[in-house]
């Protein structure tokens, strides 16, 4: 009985925090929309240094992660069923399973232990230090120029930096193929373009644009939650951190499943 309780809280606490964190989104994007022309100008400057420190700053991270996966996993993948499936076969599952799951799901990691912790950490520290509190004082609004630029750089970087690993991760093993075990394996090339289709490019980009969505939300909605004690800060980090690899994960498994 003790243990169906628990099961209980833990469901109404999973619940409420979806629902808070969608306020919290919903409430970004409405301030947004609202600003006037002087403080888009503001906006603008904050969002360019998000996608600079999001998008640009991961960028050697994501090269040699997906050099890594190139060679170690990709070629592997590649010989393995080369031998037993045809070109298209193997162009078919490198799609699937390297553009449309490893890709999105390796990039959304580097995201939230390189730049969802440090949103977390940043604006933890502006809530200690009162800062948030005295620029809401002179009407400013925190959501607006802190959450809201960083949710669209997340969001946009999640999607371009997949696009740039896919292609590491996924040309780089068919040349590291071709080059170091059989020449034979150039002739995926070909095969591999035509895989690429409509829907398939559609929930690629629908599924980084969420993913990214989701690591720029919670790790503000926490780094807000940090109140009175600088031990709050790590606190939430590691909270911001697994919950968006918790609803990462499950949202990847419900597309997954409404897509087969």
């Not at 603008?44 to 050099?67: C, H, K, M, V, Y």
Request: aromatic residues 10%; hydrophobic residues 55%; charged residues 10%.
């Amino acid at each position: 009985m003790h243990s169906i309780d628990s099961l209980g809280r833990w469901a109404i606490d999973r619940a409420l925090y979806f629902v808070y964190l969608s306020a919290f989104i919903l409430r970004a994007v409405r301030g947004w929309s609202s600003i006037g022309a002087p403080a888009k100008y503001a906006f603008s400057g904050s969002l360019l240094n998000q996608f600079i420190f999001t998008g640009i700053d991961t960028l050697p991270a994501i090269t040699l992660l997906g050099a890594v996966v190139a060679m170690g996993v990709t070629s592997e993948i590649i010989v393995l069923l080369g031998d037993v499936s045809s070109a298209a076969d193997v162009s078919r599952a490198l799609v699937t399973v390297m553009v449309n799951e490893f890709s999105v799901l390796l990039t959304a990691i580097v995201l939230i232990g390189r730049v969802g912790s440090a949103i977390t950490v940043d604006l933890g520290g502006m809530q200690l230090r009162k800062e948030i509190e005295s620029l809401e004082l002179l009407g400013i609004h925190a959501s607006t120029f802190f959450v809201t630029p960083r949710l669209i750089a997340v969001a946009v970087s999640q999607l371009m930096l997949a696009v740039y690993f896919s292609g590491i991760a996924v040309l780089g093993g068919i040349l590291f193929s071709g080059f170091f075990i059989s020449n034979r394996y150039f002739g995926y090339m070909e095969p591999l373009l035509s895989t690429f289709e409509g829907p398939l490019i559609a929930i690629f980009i629908l599924k980084n644009l969420m993913f990214g969505l989701i690591i720029g939300s919670t790790a503000c909605f926490h780094g807000f939650r940090v109140r009175h004690s600088p031990t709050e800060l790590p606190q939430q980090t590691q909270s911001a951190m697994i919950n968006a690899l918790v609803m990462i994960f499950i949202l990847d498994g419900l597309i997954v499943a409404a897509t087969r």
